[in-house]
Nanobody, 125 residues
Framework: QVQLVESGGRLLQTGGSLRLSCAGSGRTFSDYHIAWFRQAPGKERDFVAA????????YYTDSVRGRFTISRDNAETRVYLQMNNLKPEDTAVYYC??????????????????WGQGTQVTVSS
């Protein structure tokens, strides 16, 4: 199995930029496809972005495409989420998650086996 720890969340103003980091440990990190999800207060946990084990494929929800970029460094066992032009509606707890199978949609949280504890991102207007 793999353990995941997110970091980088903080309070910032509309239009700002932030980079979240997801550090992996345990089983070989490059075996896993990694995603970011987010959960705002009182709402469901939603897909944000995902990246394949090799980094060759990436996926985004429509609301962040063009503003957010997911990347990974398997040597450093980290996945990053670069977030630009942040908006108040991006406020949420951001979680990284891992799945070890290519089967199952990247967009569905039920397909992910391992989760981090989350990091809070708050964007003020």
């Amino acid at each position: 199995q793999v353990q995941l720890v997110e970091s980088g969340g903080r309070l910032l103003q509309t239009g700002g930029s932030l980079r979240l980091s997801c550090a992996g440990s345990g089983r070989t990190f490059s075996d896993y496809h990694i995603a970011w999800f987010r959960q705002a207060p009182g709402k469901e946990r939603d897909f944000v972005a995902a990246i394949s084990w090799s980094g060759g494929s990436s996926y985004y929800t429509d609301s962040v495409r063009g503003r957010f970029t997911i990347s990974r460094d398997n040597a450093e066992t980290r996945v990053y989420l670069q977030m630009n032009n942040l908006k108040p509606e991006d406020t949420a707890v951001y979680y990284c998650a891992a799945k070890d199978s290519v089967h199952g949609s990247y967009y569905n949280l039920a397909n992910y086996d391992y989760w981090g504890q989350g990091t809070q991102v708050t964007v003020s207007s």
